[in-house]
């Protein structure tokens, strides 16, 4: 990431990311699926990440942006009806060649099965970055007999693990913080299994809002600035570039309420916090 608030916002570009789950054996808590971004990606390089991408033009629902997405970067197809494993190898090979997927899934008479597919969050990139995305982030459980893998292209690694565990290890897997927010988020829900979760998710749906950092000089943080969230006491005050108020008494607006790198190490803090400024 590369902050410069004096910068012209440039419009950020329609995207999805899926959070893909899959219940743990022995104790039913949900796993996430995270895939590390290369190191060479322009955008969140050496990061792990859900599954997710910008918007083609031809997708027309966003939802099957992240359905698509989620296939072309995990090999994982939310479909009708059951695929073989020699059939996703073969479309993902030939999507990756260039063919549209969703024309090979119209010749094969599979449709996508969208309804699988359960708003969470909505993140856009601060418009003190040169490359922006409005992204919309989407539960999604593990389909039976498929099995995700990295595409040793764009990601170069994969990993499960618990909400818990990943924020544990959020500075080893480098988390952004759209996905150390999201997480936190999913903590309490996720520790009860996939039913809670999806629960949670129904809930959120029912007040969705738009999360868009605002960039603040914070003396006091380790880096000298702070991404402020829009229930931050300060975001209309001391945040720069381009904001969305977020009302008083919202129900996602809770909890710390910025962003800090500690090395490199996103920590979402309160607004008292000290080394929040």
Known sequence: MSFDPSREPVKPRDAASVILLRARAGTGAAEVFMLRR?????????AFVFPGGAADEGDGDIRVTAARELFE??????ADRGIS??????????AAAGARLTELLAAAGVSWALESLHYFAHWITPSAESKRFSAQFFLAELP?????????????????????EALERSGELRLPPPQVRTLAEMREPAARGLTALRAAAAERARHPHPIMP???????????????LPWDPEYSTIGSGEGIEMPAGHPLGTGPSRFILDGTTWKNVAATSPRAG
């Not at 290369?38 to 050496?46: D, G, P, T």
């Not at 039976?144 to 818990?164: A, H, K, M, Y």
């Not at 605002?214 to 402020?228: I, M």
Request: proline share 5%; net charge negative.
């Open 38 to 46: 290369h190191r060479k990606a322009s955008f969140m390089s050496s």
């Open 73 to 78: 970067e995990a090999g994982v197809l939310l």
């Open 85 to 94: 494993a020699s059939e996703l190898r073969d479309w993902r090979e030939r």
């Open 144 to 164: 039976v007999g498929q099995v995700p893998s990295f595409d040793n292209r764009e990601t170069v690694d994969e990993i499960w693990l618990t909400p818990d």
């Open 214 to 228: 605002r960039f603040a000089l914070t003396p006091g943080a380790t880096h000298g600035f702070a991404l402020l």
